[in-house]
């Protein structure tokens, strides 16, 4: 689990498909597992103390891993109750961005906008050995198609 962004009430987590081994998600005690274990993770590793409402989105690739979004939108009195709203978006499309041409230049449906080359998650082998080299964002963050297909 990599932690990408946190501000006080607000957290992006990306999360390996190999953390899903076990987990099917579209059983709800299995996602309430997860979930439990990210929470935890968060609060022993920034000293968060968990309590209120919290919206979660999660978008799923199989293929590669998992953005998660969590948002705390409200407190409640009680300081140790919390509570989730649960959005899943399956089949999410991922991309891979990075500002090297060179890493990706044996590939085809490579694109270049806003000073980056991306190119679609499901055209790459083994994701891995790329991520060195750039990072993977997830399609609703950018519209790629505005750019350049360079080949």
């Given amino acids: ?18 953390y899903f081994n076990n987990i099917d998600i579209s059983k709800e005690k299995d996602l309430e597992k997860l979930l439990t274990k990210i929470m935890l ?16 989105e999660i978008y799923i690739n199989e293929k590669v ?5 969590i948002e705390k939108t409200d407190t409640f009195i009680q300081y140790r109750d919390i509570d989730l709203k649960i959005k899943i978006f399956r089949n999410s499309k991922f991309y891979f961005k990075t500002e090297s041409f060179e890493v990706l230049e044996d590939m085809n449906n490579i694109y270049f906008y806003n ?27 950018i519209n790629i198609e ?3 297909k360079i080949k």
Avoid: P
């Fill in 1 to 18: 689990m990599r932690v990408l962004e946190t501000s006080e009430n607000k957290y992006s987590l990306f999360i390996m498909n190999e």
């Fill in 41 to 56: 993770n968060l609060k022993n590793d920034y000293d968060l103390k968990l309590s209120g409402l919290y919206l979660v």
């Fill in 65 to 69: 891993g998992a953005f998660i979004y």
């Fill in 115 to 141: 000073e980056y080359y991306y190119i679609d998650t499901d055209e790459l082998d083994n994701i891995l050995i790329y991520l060195e080299n750039g990072e993977l964002i997830l399609c609703d963050d």
């Fill in 146 to 148: 505005e750019g350049i």
